[in-house]
């Protein structure tokens, strides 16, 4: 085999929804081409890719996977992806290690919710795409109308590569569009009558080769696999191709398609910032170039080793050496390079440009990193959403849980977990309810820690829809030293898409000397005092006061934001005036006023994408309808199935999966991502309050 170089690597990706065949039809290439002995299974729980515990159980992927085989000259890095949208954020990590996507379609159940998700997300990132159609032995299948369901949402650059013989179990092979030939006649379509649409998206790329095909001369050899190269980079073609990894029908001839059809490493364009300039630069695939590499996943096995795992983009890393960190701001000893074969490693030397190998045992990766002399921008990743109020089920368990789930923070890119300063309950937030019980099934297997959860917390946000003014004064004498400060405010509201400069002047606000923004929470403090009459040295303490309040909320305990807050006067004691005093004045004279500025809740705002039956569409307008929910639109999915496009509040759909499943007997799929805040209705509202204030009580 020759040499590894940019040229002959080929990364990719499997994509799609749940149980659309993914891992199988992977493991079958990997034993097709002599990579495996052994064909391995999901269903008996031998398949290289799925090896977790948990997976092997559920029989479906969790995490992605790494895996690697050759043909044909070329050096695949095929990822295995999860094609459940609970785990969304282990496949769009996975696509910034790739440059081709090969998205696999269920033949008899059509395109699913997670499909269409996945081909989006890849077609922002500029990756090259491939569709298969998997399981054409199943019954039922109508592959003409599968076809024209796949053009109409994704366009006419869908194209056949081959057509199939026969359909279920009369699945016997397929013919290739490029160059027909043998059982043509038996195909369920005419290649030929194909033929010429394929070969007009190749050659659209380039004026030449266009002009030389409309005077009858075909591109071949290496020149057709270049334009073929281009045209899929450039989204002029989505070559479609058949298989059955059940009957090992078509699975060669997806290798072969393989080889052809995926895109090299310097086929996709790249940029990254040269911290020395500030500027975004191009990046090529070049081993004699800039380090240029980043940390898109981590895994932690059974024995507690950290693995992270490196995509290279330019440059040449070698084991032992030292490269720069833009996390830490500081070079690290990579060691020992990996290359990763599902749950087994090999060491290795070097990694050029397109390889993905793994360190261990470095703490300071973490699925994101940048690495190298070039900075990567980071993996946009979705929000996780759902929240539970997590505590060990053992008493003197709190250490080990509270490093077990730490571990799931290092893996799982899109798992958070945070202490809630009211409450002081550890909480832990995923992507959906499934998510977060794969997390606590894993923390019983893996880390032998069982937990109790409470009901998902719904991250409301407090805020005002009013201006208002008023004061704190902070008096204690008990006895020595006493504590004085008064504050005086003024309070406005905020909006969301404020443009602080614009905002934040003497026109507005003629006294200001100067201001502070949060941008994280949307809080602007402007300091207006004039003649000293809070000296300044106790004006952060004001603000300290200010933040405490506003982390604790008001009428109903959660964080505040979209909030101006002008300190214009205030009176001091030349003795008795401390920063405490002031702190506590700022964070009274903040509580008081927010309540006289007509206060309010924000709730989070979900897009949800439903897809369901045709005949269960009405039943889902209904069930949303009754969740506050708003309908934006509808489109086909192909296979009598529809795609619903709703907001909703996040509050009405924590525990949406068993709703949906029982609408439509287990039939339908949903993603759902963060959109917005919006106000809480006051019916609503009063109810969180009211319920907020017994849980305050009952507390104390």
Request: some cysteine; glycine content about 8%; proline content about 6%.
């Amino acid at each position: 085999m020759a040499p590894r170089t940019a040229k002959n690597i080929r990364n990719i990706a499997l994509c799609g929804h749940g149980h659309s065949g993914k891992t199988n039809l992977l493991d079958h290439i990997l034993h097709k081409t002599g990579t495996v002995s052994h064909l391995g299974s999901v269903d008996d729980g031998t398949s290289v890719c799925d090896f977790d515990d948990i997976e092997k159980h559920h029989k479906y992927t969790i995490e992605s996977t790494v895996t690697h085989f050759e043909h044909g000259g070329r050096h695949f890095q095929a990822i295995d992806t999860p094609g459940y949208p609970d785990f969304l954020g282990q496949t769009i990590a996975a696509l910034r290690a790739v440059e081709t996507v090969i998205v696999v379609i269920d033949a008899h159940a059509g395109i699913g919710v997670n499909t269409r998700r996945v081909f989006q997300e890849a077609g922002k990132r500029g990756l090259g795409r491939m569709i298969v159609l998997a399981k054409m032995d199943a019954e039922n299948i109508d592959y003409l109308s599968l076809v024209e369901s796949i053009q109409s949402a994704w366009g006419p650059a869908c194209i056949p590569l081959n057509v199939p013989l026969g359909v279920g179990a009369d699945f016997k092979g397929v013919v290739s569009v490029l160059k027909p030939q043998g059982d043509a006649a038996a195909a369920l379509i005419d290649p030929a009558s194909l033929h010429e649409s394929l070969i007009e998206a190749i050659v659209e790329v380039d004026e030449v080769a266009t002009e030389r095909y409309f005077e009858g001369e075909e591109p071949s050899g290496e020149r057709l696999v270049e334009l073929v190269d281009r045209s899929i980079a450039a989204g002029k073609l989505i070559p479609i191709v058949c298989v059955s990894a059940k009957t090992d029908t078509g699975v060669s001839e997806l290798i072969d398609g393989l080889a052809m059809c995926d895109l090299p490493p310097d086929a996709i364009r790249r940029t990254a910032r040269d911290p020395k300039s500030g500027e975004q630069v191009e990046v090529k695939a070049d081993p004699d170039g800039p380090l240029v590499a980043q940390v898109f996943k981590t895994r932690i096995d059974p024995f507690v080793q950290k693995l992270s795992f490196i995509r290279v983009f330019s440059g040449t890393l070698a084991k032992d050496a030292s490269v720069h960190n833009f996390t830490t701001g500081k070079p690290i000893k990579v060691g020992q390079l990996l290359r990763v074969q599902g749950a087994h490693t090999e060491p290795i030397d070097v990694a050029v440009p397109g390889d993905i190998v793994a360190v261990a045992k470095i703490d300071d990766l973490h699925t994101g990193t940048a690495l190298g002399d070039l900075q990567m921008p980071p993996i946009p990743l979705p929000s996780s959403m759902v929240g539970l109020a997590v505590s060990p089920k053992s008493r003197g368990d709190e250490a080990k849980l509270s490093g077990a789930l730490h571990k799931v923070v290092e893996e799982d890119p899109c798992f958070r977990l945070d202490r809630d300063p009211q409450t002081k309950e550890l909480v832990m937030t995923g992507m959906s309810e499934l998510h977060l019980q794969i997390v606590q099934e894993r923390l019983k297997a893996r880390d032998k820690v069982e937990v109790v959860t409470k009901e998902p917390k719904i991250p409301y946000r407090e805020t005002i829809q009013a201006d208002a003014e008023g004061s704190y004064r902070h008096k204690k004498q008990s006895g020595g030293r006493g504590q004085f400060g008064e504050v005086h405010i003024r309070m406005y509201p905020l909006p969301g898409d404020v443009d602080i400069e614009e905002y934040a002047t003497k026109e507005r606000f003629p006294s200001m000397r100067e201001y502070h923004y949060d941008a994280e929470n949307n809080f602007l403090w402007v300091d207006s005092i004039v003649g000293g009459t809070i000296p300044n040295n106790f004006l952060p303490a004001v603000e300290k006061g200010f933040k405490e309040r506003m982390v604790r909320g008001v009428i109903a305990g959660y964080q505040v934001q979209n909030v101006c807050v002008e300190v214009h006067f205030g009176k001091h004691h030349p003795v008795d005036s401390s920063e405490a005093a002031f702190k506590t004045a700022g964070s009274m004279a903040f509580r008081n006023v927010f309540q006289s500025a007509k206060p309010g809740l924000l709730e989070p705002i979900v897009k949800m994408e439903i897809t369901v039956p045709g005949e269960n569409v009405g039943d889902i307008s209904s069930d949303m309808s009754g969740r506050r929910g708003r309908m934006l639109g509808m489109d086909s999915a192909g296979a009598g199935m529809q795609t619903i496009s709703v907001e909703v509040p996040l509050a009405e759909v924590t525990t949406y999966a068993r709703s949906l499943s029982s609408i439509t007997g287990g039939q339908g799929s949903y993603t759902m991502e963060f959109n917005h805040y919006d106000v809480v209705p006051g019916n609503v509202q009063k109810e969180i309050v009211e319920k907020a204030t017994l849980e305050e009580e009952e507390e104390d």
